[in-house]
């Protein structure tokens, strides 16, 4: 069964497949043809409320970078074409609450063909 990853900021460029990177702090295990779930928010459910699938995706690969070596071509991949590598830098930070030095995985992947775009877990 795949597990669920959180992409509650980049829920847009996931729907409009034009996100194909991902930084996690975390994620060591995941290993390329692994299979995950693009899902709205896995953590501060509300009673009720139920998992949200975006889209299923696969792992193609899963290396160790540090954050703030990110270039534009990345930037993009990651799904902020209007932002430069310093302003992606700074957000991660603050959302995440880490430092620009972070060693953190970068995880690309693939649209797993004929998934949904968006169902309900």
């Not at 459910?45 to 290396?63: F, Q, Y």
């Not at 970078?65 to 930070?93: K, S, Y």
């Amino acid at each position: 069964m795949p597990r669920n990853m959180s992409f509650a900021i980049t829920k847009p460029q996931i729907r409009r497949r034009s996100k194909t990177v991902t930084r996690r702090c975390g994620w060591d295990e995941l290993r390329p043809g692994e299979r995950f779930w693009a899902v709205e928010k896995v953590r501060g459910l509300k009673k009720g409320e139920r998992i949200k699938r975006i889209a299923l995706l696969e792992c193609v690969s899963n290396n160790r970078v540090r954050l703030n070596l990110i270039d534009q071509a990345d930037v993009v991949r990651e799904g902020f074409p209007e932002l430069t590598p310093a302003a992606f830098v700074q957000m991660f930070c603050r959302h995440m609450k880490v430092k620009p030095t972070r060693t953190v995985n970068r995880i690309e992947f693939k649209y797993v063909r004929g998934s949904p775009k968006a169902a309900n877990a």
